[in-house]
Structures are given as C-alpha cells and as structure tokens.
C-alpha cells in the first residue's frame, strides 16, 4: 500500500482549523446555507463582515473545554479558549483549534436514511424526519410491547449522550443503556473510589496541581491523552521543580520529562504498589496523624505488607528494588504535597478494582486527600434538573445495579420483572451497565432478548472489543438505530440513520462539572445546522412523544428546557451569555473548609484502608497481587493509547487532524524489530492470538519501548468508506483486543490480555 508522508506547519494547522478547509491545497469552500471563505491570507477572516459571538464547550474530546466561536456570514471562523472557564483556561488543544474543520467535514451525514439493502450492505435511502423518525417509533414500541422496553439497548457516547443513554433511557423505562466511559475506561476506579472513600474520582482527576511537590503516574500518558488542563498543570508543575515519577513500559512523552521512570514489566503495578506500601507503612514515612484521624484499617495493612518488599517486587516487576524503595522515600519527603493521579482508562487486566484499591491507599497513607497540594475534594454544582414525572429506571446511567454479596436471582429487575442483562452473573456491580456484557444477549437471548438497539455517537466497531462479536450481534437484532455525524464504520449495520448537528450547530444541555471551583457552562449553536441534520435534545424529544412518553418531554424548545433549570440559581441564557457562558461556584476542596465533619461517605465516615464491605461481599478486604498470563514465544503483549491530535476513533476523519497524523505507528523495541528483520517505517501487518489481522501500520523501532510489547495508538485503521480521510489508514487495535478479563467487583473490561506477532507480509 503506497504512503504519502504529508508535511504541514504550524501556521498551516491554524489556518486549516481557523477555517475548516478540506486540505491543504483547496482555495476555496463552499457549503450549504454558507458564504464561501477563502482559505488563503488575502482577506482577514475577521474582516469578511460582522463577527457573530458565541459560548459553547468543546465536544471534540470528553474533557469539554469552555470556549468562545466567533461566526461571520453564517459560517463559523474561529474557535478559542473562554479565559473564565476554569478547564480551558483561554487556551485551547490541537482538537479543540479543530473544531472548525470537524463542522465543514465533507463527509458529514446530511439526512435521514433508511436501510434498502442488506443489514451491513452501507444501501439507504434518503428519508423526511417524520419518515424515519415514525418508523424508528414504531420498531421500538413493537419490541417494548411484545419483550418489554428492556429488551431495547442503549450505546451512547459524546457530550450529547444524556439525552439518550440517561434521560431517554429512563423514560422508556430500560435499565440497559451504557457508555464506553464506564466498563471499558473508568468502572474499576470509580468503584475502587467508593470501596474507600465513599465517593467517586469524578470526571475531573481532582490532584491539587498548584501546589503538589511530587505527582507519580502509572500508565497515564499526558501530553499524548490530550486533556487541555492537565497539560497546563502537568507543564507549571514540571516548570516548578516538582518530583515527576513515571511507571510505563514505554517511554512515553510524560516519562522523558520524568525525574524517575520505572519501566515496569506490563501487568505487574499491584506488586510495585504493595511494596511501596510496605517501605512506607514498615520505614514509618506516611502521614501518621492523618491515617489517625481520617482512616482506618491501618493495623490490618501493616500486618499484611510485610512480605512485600521492595526485592519481593523487583523479581516481579523487573524493577531495581532500590528504584522501587527510592521512589517510595521521594513520596513520602513531599507528603501531603505528594499524589498518584488516579488515572483515567484503568481497565488493563481484569484485576483493576483492586489495583486502584492500592493506588488510593497509597494516596491516603501520604495524607493527601483534602490536603493543599494534595488531592482535593471535588464538589458538583448546585443547579435543578428539569422537572418530569418519577422514572420507572432510576440510576445516572439508565441502569441500577446489584447490593453487595446478591446472588444471580436478586439481581435488579427490568419493568417486566426479568433481570437486566448485564446481571446475569454474581457480581459487585455498582456502575452501569457494563456496554460489552449486552453483546451477548443480543445473541443468545441470555438471560432474556435484547432486540432493539440505539447507538448515539459511539463509534461502535472501534470502540467494544472482538468487534466480529458486535457484528454477530448486529445481525440478530430486529432494529438497529443510529444517531451520528460521520458515516462510521457501524453505521452500515443501521436501519435508520438519523445525521446529527455537531456540537456548534446546537443547543444541548447545561455542562455542570465537579470541580474544585465548580462550574456550569453552556452551549448554544453558533450557526444553522448544515444539511438536513438535527440536535440530539430534538431527536430524543420527537422519538419519546411518538413513544407516548410527552409527560417527560414537556418543553418544545431547547431554551425553554434551559432557562427552567437556570431559573434555579438565579439565571437564565441571557444573563449567562453576559457571563461568557460560564458561572462558578464555591467548591470545599480541603479539610478545613467541613468544620471538623468528615467528607468521606463510607460507613465510619473514615478511608476504608481494609474493606469490610469487600470481604462481606466474597472478596479480598485488601489488594493482592494477582500474575497475569506471559505473551505466547514469538508474541508481544499488545499495549494501546491515545494520540494527542485524536480522540478515540472519532477525530481520525477531521481534515485539519488527518492533515497532522494520518496514521497510527508500531512502538516496536529495536532490538526486536533487527530480530524480525524489520526497519523504522516499514509497514507490518498484526495478528493476535485468535488470528485476527490489523493493518498495514508503520513501525517506529526505538529503544523506548520493552521488548515484551508493543504500543499503537487507538482509533486507526477504520474501513467506512465513507471516511475519506481514515479509511484504510493505519491499524485498528479494536480488531486486534479480542478477548476481556471481566472484573468481577466493577465489571470493567480488561483488555491487555492479548498477544500479537509481527507479520512482514500480508
């Protein structure tokens, strides 16, 4: 397959993301209900008429930047950074500078279809709204009325996800929605957070960045999993002389800035961890008046870390143990001004729940909760939700999940009395849906048929792992809708696709963030919606009246939606947009601000160091080291991130964004690559363990990487052909992730389990 290496500057970027062109070489882009704008420096945009100024956050990846567009004659010209949102800063990431470019996407879905040919055949036919969207009502009601709505499934993803996966869910009354967010990223986190703290991390990875001394990463790649604020924070605290220590079996962006870097053996960072514990706990350098006062559980722990020892974890880890017990003492040296960033996509091998156990305890034993420089303590905004009759599904994600210790027929049930589908086995469950457990139902019909299925937003055949099982899953179902802004690879598979406007086409509902100063921002279109395309509040508004579910969608207007649940505190869009969209709130990020009270929800009101609630519920009250399975001869374990210019599989189509990287690359180590008699920038196919093939992806050789593994970037290698700018490019480590380990306290799937081989040829 020919490459073309694609050279493009700065001053190309911002004016390709300023402007929203195609490439690189067009002069001039016309679009629907548009003026044409010059892509050359002839005539300042600014000069081309009257700037039309906007509020809005960003949606090109799930971190929502507060931003400000300007538009002129009707077409959107810059995006920047709202200097009053406390995430963005008045700064904005390559993603965000490309907002523009993801608008004008030639590519983009512009009206309603319906499916002629064969399911995964890609034949539609062009539809009204009423056509497609009566039709997608009544396929939902007929499978509602003959199995019960939760036989109807829900995948969402994007910021305009909560109208379908949370608010439309519960109406409809289906406890089976889910989003990637949970059981493929964060579930072992979040339920780890709860075991000990009694609360969750949050959206916001609440370390104090201001006035932290020392900040360990474990396998968190910033600089790289482009997250606008913490590269702020991550850059002023490095700036500052602060102790950076890496764990990463790469040596990725952060760990070149690292003052210590510890290239793990992949699958082995419990055992790192409870020997850290053990210098701490047996050399006495945690914080001992705090673990008095705020937690419990320290007497079993010591007792426990014992045998875990720094030379314990060497012969594990592949780690010195003076490494391991050096960076434990630079820990504790800067306590409580010392943290392990919780970290975001936890969901490696199956064991996680207990892993980021550990890593809060650690946290606790440096007494950094609640502490200046510390972490602290997050706080949601207070504002009303929309008023609406009771839900028949309660839970922040369309779903409730079983009481610890339940057994398979105490399971929650759906409306109909059956139990949901991800519940069908034992498990601690408190976070969801699990978005990968419904693909089995939809087959089998185990423990009950899911016959329906809605995906908002999700890229779905890169997003789930062993996507041929998603396919099998696909073909069963009696209806599939689609609601999205590409022609994604999944989109074949549809029905009815419905073509949504893009998130600055629209109004959606008010972004209200937990944060150490918590904060409410809005997003209002700043131009006409392109094509025959509509907001997903109206497409979820019109599918729940057909639905006879009117009671929950009493508003006809996204501003009356808004200026209701404004009207709360006081505002409503008019005088918002006079605040440049943003209001902010007083947080309680510290101790000192509870007046002796404790802010940790858990039953004693202490961090639970030894978990009661584990141990009633059937597991292990503490962390243990769990071996994972060793690459088969001649494999590597298979390891995959972000890319700075990318979010997920979303943004490999964006012009501006293909024009920078176009392609994923193999982290291959060099020694192997001279082994396999393969150079930097040759391209190699990827087989796994279960014979299922990615690529041609370019190899980049280099001493940065174990010999053990290999790294690839994720959300590459996709086969829509209506992506003009992604498809066939690169490899898709989705297609490669063919097996999960289930963990059984969060559900979250873990999916370094599998192993690839280096094929020179096709």
Same mark, same amino acid.
């Given at each position: 397959?020919?490459?073309?290496?694609?050279?493009?500057?700065?001053?190309?970027?911002?004016?390709?993301?300023? $402007?929203?062109?195609?490439?690189?070489?067009?002069?001039?882009?016309?679009?629907?209900?548009?003026?044409?704008?010059?892509?050359?420096?002839?005539?300042?945009?600014?000069?081309?008429?009257?700037?039309?100024?906007?509020?809005?956050?960003?949606?090109?990846?799930?971190?929502?930047?507060?931003?400000?567009?300007?538009?002129?004659?009707?077409?959107?010209?810059?995006?920047?950074?709202?200097?009053?949102?406390?995430?963005?800063?008045?700064?904005?990431?390559?993603?965000?500078?490309? !907002?523009?470019?993801?608008?004008?996407?030639?590519?983009?879905?512009?009206?309603?279809?319906?499916?002629?040919?064969?399911?995964?055949?890609?034949?539609?036919?062009?539809?009204? &709204?009423?056509?497609?969207?009566?039709?997608?009502?009544?396929? $939902?009601?007929?499978?509602?009325?003959?199995?019960?709505?939760?036989?109807?499934?829900?995948? *969402?993803?994007?910021?305009?996800?909560?109208?379908?996966?949370?608010?439309?869910?519960?109406?409809?009354?289906?406890?089976?929605?889910?989003?990637?967010?949970?059981?493929?990223?964060?579930?072992?986190?979040?339920?780890?957070?709860?075991?000990?703290?009694?609360?969750?991390?949050?959206?916001?990875?609440?370390?104090?960045?201001?006035?932290?001394?020392?900040?360990?990463?474990?396998?968190?790649?910033?600089?790289?999993?482009?997250?606008?604020?913490?590269?702020?924070?991550?850059?002023?605290?490095?700036?500052?002389?602060?102790? #950076?220590?890496?764990?990463?079996?790469?040596?990725?962006?952060?760990?070149?800035?690292?003052?210590?870097?510890?290239?793990?053996?992949?699958?082995?960072?419990?055992?790192?961890?409870?020997? &850290?514990?053990?210098?701490? +706990?047996?050399?006495?350098?945690?914080?001992?008046?705090?673990?008095?006062?705020?937690?419990?559980?320290?007497?079993?722990?010591?007792?426990?870390?014992?045998?875990?020892?720094?030379?314990?974890?060497?012969?594990?880890?592949?780690?010195?143990?003076?490494?391991?017990?050096?960076?434990?003492?630079?820990?504790?040296?800067?306590?409580?001004?010392?943290?392990?960033?919780? *970290?975001?996509?936890?969901?490696?091998?199956?064991?996680?729940?207990?892993?980021?156990?550990?890593?809060?305890?650690?946290?606790?034993?440096?007494?950094?909760?609640?502490?200046?420089?510390?972490?602290?303590?997050?706080?949601?905004?207070?504002?009303?939700?929309?008023?609406?009759?009771?839900?028949?599904?309660?839970?922040?994600?369309?779903?409730?999940?079983?009481?610890?210790?339940?057994?398979?027929?105490?399971?929650?049930?759906?409306?109909?009395?059956?139990?949901?589908?991800?519940?069908?086995?034992? /498990?601690?469950?408190?976070?969801?849906?699990?978005?990968?457990?419904?693909?089995?139902?939809?087959?089998? *019909?185990?423990?009950?048929?899911?016959?329906?299925?809605?995906?908002?937003?999700?890229?779905?055949?890169?997003?789930?792992?062993?996507?041929?099982?998603?396919?099998?899953?696909?073909?069963?179902?009696?209806?599939?809708?689609?609601?999205?802004?590409?022609?994604?690879?999944?989109?074949?598979?549809?029905?009815?696709?419905?073509?949504?406007?893009?998130?600055?086409?629209?109004?959606?509902?008010?972004?209200?963030?937990?944060?150490?100063?918590?904060?409410?921002?809005?997003?209002?279109?700043?131009?006409?919606? $392109?094509?025959?395309?509509?907001?997903?509040?109206?497409?979820?508004?019109?599918?729940?009246? /057909?639905?006879?579910?009117?009671?929950?969608?009493? &508003?006809?207007?996204?501003?009356?939606?808004?200026?209701?649940?404004?009207?709360?505190? !006081?505002?409503?869009?008019?005088?918002?947009?006079?605040?440049?969209?943003?209001?902010?709130?007083?947080?309680?990020?510290?101790?000192?601000?509870?007046?002796?009270?404790?802010?940790?929800?858990?039953?004693?009101?202490? #961090?639970?160091?030894?978990?009661?609630?584990?141990?009633?519920?059937?597991?292990?009250?503490?962390?243990?080291?769990?071996?994972?399975?060793?690459?088969?001869?001649?494999?590597?374990?298979?390891?995959?991130? /972000?890319?700075?210019?990318?979010?997920?599989?979303?943004?490999?189509?964006?012009?501006?964004?293909?024009?920078?990287?176009?392609?994923?690359?193999? &982290? $291959?180590?060099?020694?192997?690559?001279?082994?396999?008699?393969?150079?930097?920038?040759?391209?190699?196919?990827?087989?796994?363990?279960?014979?299922?093939?990615?690529?041609?992806?370019?190899?980049?050789?280099?001493?940065?990487?174990?010999?053990?593994?290999?790294?690839?970037?994720?959300?590459? !290698?996709?086969?829509?052909?209506?992506?003009?700018?992604?498809? !066939?490019?690169?490899?898709?480590?989705? /297609?490669? +992730?063919?097996?999960?380990?289930?963990?059984?306290?969060?559900?979250?799937?873990?999916?370094?389990?599998?192993?690839?081989?280096?094929?020179?040829?096709?």
């Amino acid at each position: 397959m020919a490459k073309t290496k694609l050279q493009i500057s700065r001053r190309q970027f911002l004016q390709l993301s300023a $402007l929203g062109a195609g490439g690189v070489a067009a002069a001039v882009t016309t679009l629907p209900n548009t003026n044409p704008i010059h892509t050359h420096e002839l005539t300042p945009w600014y000069k081309l008429g009257k700037i039309h100024t906007t509020y809005n956050n960003c949606d090109m990846c799930p971190w929502r930047c507060g931003v400000i567009v300007h538009s002129v004659n009707g077409r959107v010209a810059k995006i920047e950074g709202n200097p009053d949102d406390p995430k963005s800063r008045g700064m904005l990431c390559a993603r965000g500078q490309a !907002g523009v470019s993801f608008l004008y996407d030639p590519d983009r879905l512009q009206s309603p279809m319906v499916r002629t040919g064969e399911r995964g055949e890609g034949k539609f036919q062009e539809v009204t &709204w009423n056509e497609a969207l009566d039709q997608s009502a009544a396929k $939902l009601a007929a499978i509602r009325d003959e199995y019960g709505p939760e036989s109807v499934a829900i995948w *969402g993803h994007t910021s305009g996800d909560s109208w379908f996966v949370e608010y439309f869910a519960q109406a409809f009354g289906t406890p089976n929605a889910a989003k990637p967010s949970a059981s493929l990223c964060t579930s072992p986190r979040e339920e780890a957070s709860k075991l000990t703290l009694g609360f969750p991390v949050g959206g916001h990875e609440p370390l104090d960045w201001e006035q932290i001394q020392c900040v360990t990463l474990i396998g968190s790649h910033i600089g790289e999993d482009s997250r606008n604020t913490i590269m702020q924070d991550f850059a002023q605290a490095w700036e500052r002389g602060a102790k #950076i220590i890496v764990v990463d079996p790469r040596h990725s962006s952060a760990a070149a800035k690292a003052d210590y870097w510890l290239p793990i053996k992949p699958g082995t960072d419990t055992a790192l961890l409870l020997a &850290w514990m053990n210098v701490l +706990i047996t050399e006495r350098r945690y914080d001992e008046a705090y673990i008095a006062e705020w937690a419990e559980g320290l007497e079993e722990l010591s007792n426990y870390i014992v045998p875990f020892t720094p030379e314990w974890a060497a012969e594990i880890t592949d780690l010195p143990a003076e490494l391991i017990r050096e960076t434990a003492l630079v820990m504790s040296d800067r306590l409580p001004q010392s943290a392990i960033l919780p *970290g975001r996509h936890v969901t490696w091998y199956g064991n996680d729940t207990q892993r980021m156990r550990a890593v809060l305890m650690i946290n606790a034993l440096l007494g950094a909760y609640g502490r200046p420089g510390g972490i602290y303590l997050n706080k949601s905004p207070y504002i009303e939700s929309y008023p609406h009759p009771p839900f028949t599904v309660s839970g922040s994600a369309g779903g409730c999940s079983a009481e610890p210790g339940a057994e398979a027929d105490e399971l929650p049930l759906g409306p109909s009395g059956k139990a949901r589908a991800d519940g069908a086995r034992d /498990r601690f469950w408190r976070g969801g849906t699990a978005m990968q457990e419904l693909v089995e139902p939809m087959i089998s *019909g185990d423990p009950y048929p899911v016959k329906g299925l809605i995906i908002f937003g999700v890229n779905a055949l890169h997003t789930i792992p062993n996507p041929e099982r998603t396919i099998e899953a696909l073909k069963k179902l009696d209806f599939v809708l689609v609601i999205d802004v590409l022609p994604m690879e999944h989109v074949a598979w549809a029905d009815v696709v419905l073509p949504e406007a893009t998130y600055l086409e629209r109004h959606d509902d008010l972004w209200a963030v937990a944060h150490k100063t918590p904060f409410i921002s809005m997003r209002e279109p700043a131009v006409e919606p $392109l094509y025959d395309t509509k907001p997903g509040w109206w497409i979820a508004r019109e599918l729940g009246i /057909r639905l006879d579910l009117e009671n929950y969608f009493k &508003w006809e207007t996204a501003e009356e939606y808004l200026n209701t649940r404004l009207m709360s505190i !006081g505002l409503n869009l008019e005088k918002l947009r006079e605040q440049k969209g943003i209001v902010v709130q007083n947080g309680k990020p510290y101790l000192t601000d509870y007046d002796g009270k404790s802010p940790f929800h858990t039953p004693s009101g202490k #961090i639970q160091l030894y978990s009661h609630e584990l141990l009633e519920a059937g597991f292990d009250p503490l962390p243990h080291y769990e071996p994972v399975e060793e690459p088969p001869d001649g494999m590597f374990r298979l390891l995959y991130g /972000r890319h700075p210019v990318h979010t997920f599989a979303k943004t490999q189509n964006t012009p501006a964004l293909s024009a920078i990287c176009p392609e994923n690359e193999l &982290w $291959l180590n060099d020694e192997r690559a001279a082994e396999l008699n393969v150079q930097d920038g040759d391209y190699v196919w990827l087989e796994n363990q279960d014979g299922s093939r990615s690529g041609p992806i370019k190899v980049k050789a280099t001493a940065r990487m174990r010999p053990d593994s290999v790294f690839m970037a994720h959300g590459f !290698g996709q086969n829509a052909p209506g992506l003009s700018q992604a498809h !066939g490019r690169g490899a898709s480590d989705a /297609r490669l +992730i063919t097996r999960y380990n289930i963990d059984p306290i969060s559900g979250g799937a873990g999916m370094r389990i599998n192993f690839v081989k280096v094929i020179r040829e096709a």
